[in-house]
């Protein structure tokens, strides 16, 4: 089983719906983010959370909110979605200790919006 | 502005042709300079964290280094296997969590 899971792995929506995609761990990792990526770009943050108790935004935050219900679990939700995030979507985790431990991602959430 | 800068964008091998991705960064205060390999249809996959200029980390046919300004991702006798996207993202700032990823390079190797 795969130690960072998202659901869905695809989704097409319509503009105005709401949408939420899931993320869930397995690593034991206290620290989770939320990323898109677009062709030409490189991965950008969207939020982050060094525990469950705290949400962080990152570069590109507006438009989107999430939620850390526990340690293991951290979604991300549009709540009236344009097309502009039409992207991949990918969550990630990281151990604590240092700032700077390295990442274990997910295989992504391709969403489309039309 | 601090940025990452990969290059080229997409570099083709024949196999067993050594050749070298790059990437260079502007960014105050380097904690640390990663690199990752992406499949198609999957997430990035760590391959190895860099922290001071000088320091190298080798894996099979891949080897990185570091300068002060930029980071070099060797690879040697390539094989098709070796086929994917490479990605450097930096980890910079003196406070708070702050990660910029290069856009990458598509690397295809043909038999």
């Known amino acids: 089983d795969a130690d960072v899971t998202q659901t869905p792995r695809n989704r097409i929506t319509k503009t105005g719906k709401r949408i939420m995609l899931e993320c869930s761990q397995t690593?034991?990792?206290?620290?989770m983010y939320w990323y898109r990526q677009d062709p030409g770009l490189g991965l950008r943050l969207i939020y982050y959370?060094?525990?469950?108790?705290?949400?962080n935004k990152g570069e590109i935050s507006d438009g989107y909110s999430v939620s850390r219900q526990a340690q293991a679990k951290f979604s991300l939700s549009l709540e009236s979605a344009i097309p502009n995030q039409t992207a991949l979507y990918f969550c990630a985790t990281s151990d604590t200790g240092t700032v700077n431990q390295p990442q274990h991602f997910g295989d992504g959430t391709r969403l489309s919006i039309l | 502005e601090d940025q990452v800068t990969q290059s080229p964008e997409a570099l083709r091998l024949q196999e067993g042709e050594s050749s070298s991705l790059n990437c260079s960064y502007t960014v105050s205060g380097l904690r640390g300079l990663f690199w990752y390999r992406q499949d198609p249809g999957k997430g990035p996959e760590f391959l190895f964290t860099?922290?001071?200029a000088g320091e190298e980390k080798e894996k099979e046919r891949l080897k990185a280094t570091l300068t002060k300004k930029e980071s070099f991702l060797h690879i040697t006798a390539p094989k098709p296997e070796d086929s994917a996207t490479y990605l450097c993202a930096v980890q910079a700032g003196t406070g708070g969590f702050k990660t910029i990823f290069g856009a990458g390079t598509r690397l295809f190797v043909k038999a």
């Open positions: 959370s060094f525990d469950v108790k705290d949400i």
């Open positions: 690593k034991g990792h206290d620290r």
């Open positions: 860099l922290y001071s």
